[in-house]
């Protein structure tokens, strides 16, 4: 079922990365393909510069990205602030052209 909203969630990282929290991050990106996978997760980035993760979700309500990201291993070490978006556009990906010349 495809899901009629996005949501952009703005994580901030703890200031000291713990030993617990970068064990974690191997469970955490299987996590994340698999929301990739699924079709829920759109796009994931990191800052560590900044102390910043951003995330775009779909899903048909903010309490849905809420669970999602509790299902994420180091959402126990972030803060998490969901914002619903109004629209969203991003360049697609394509694949190169091959010239038989």
């Known amino acids: 079922m495809q899901s009629d909203y996005q949501f952009m969630v703005d994580f901030t990282l703890p200031e000291t990365l713990t030993e617990k929290f970068l064990q974690n991050i191997p469970h ?3 996590k994340v393909n698999r929301l990739f996978r699924e079709g829920k997760l759109v ?11 951003w995330a775009v979700f779909n899903a048909n309500s903010e309490f849905e990205v809420k669970e999602m990201i509790s299902t ?16 969203f556009n991003s360049m697609a990906e394509e694949a190169p052209v091959f010239s038989m010349n």
Do not use: D, G, H
Request: charged share 20%; hydrophobic share 40%; proline share 3%.
């Open 28 to 30: 955490q990106r299987a």
């Open 43 to 53: 796009t994931y980035s990191l800052s560590l510069e900044n102390s910043k993760m």
């Open 72 to 87: 994420l291993p180091l959402s126990e070490f972030m803060e998490a602030k969901v914002s619903s978006l109004t629209f």
